[in-house]
Nanobody
């Protein structure tokens, strides 16, 4: 099982980043995929997720700023992040599993660091 995240970096507050997660076809075809983040000293948080049934989830803290999407041609999951805030600083992880509510038990990548300066 292999998920590879990319696209993180350092950005000023108000800026944008797009994260990408690529994986094999067998993983990409799992029912649910999503993005978690974890900041130092804080619990892991599910940021956004989607499933093959059309369900979408966004954390209240990112709704209307972040957009999750699947790119079937590339076996990739993306996270478009706009209007970034210093509070969005964290390691971001891609995950795949059998359902949005059990993503924490699924496969996870190594993460990509997002740092937002004020």
């Amino acid at each position: 099982v292999r998920l590879v995240e990319s696209g993180g970096g350092l950005v000023h507050a108000g800026g944008s980043l797009t994260l990408s997660c690529t994986t094999s076809g067998s993983i990409f075809n799992l029912p649910a995929m999503g993005w978690y983040r974890q900041a130092p000293g804080k619990e892991r948080e599910l940021v956004a997720a989607l499933d093959t049934g059309g369900s979408l989830y966004y954390a209240d803290t990112v709704r209307d700023r972040f957009t999750i999407a699947r790119d079937s041609a590339k076996n990739a999951l993306t996270l478009q992040m706009n209007s970034l805030e210093p509070e969005d600083t964290a390691m971001y992880y891609c995950a795949a599993g059998m359902g949005i509510d059990v993503l924490s038990r699924g496969s996870r990548g190594q993460g990509t660091q997002v740092t937002v300066s004020s």
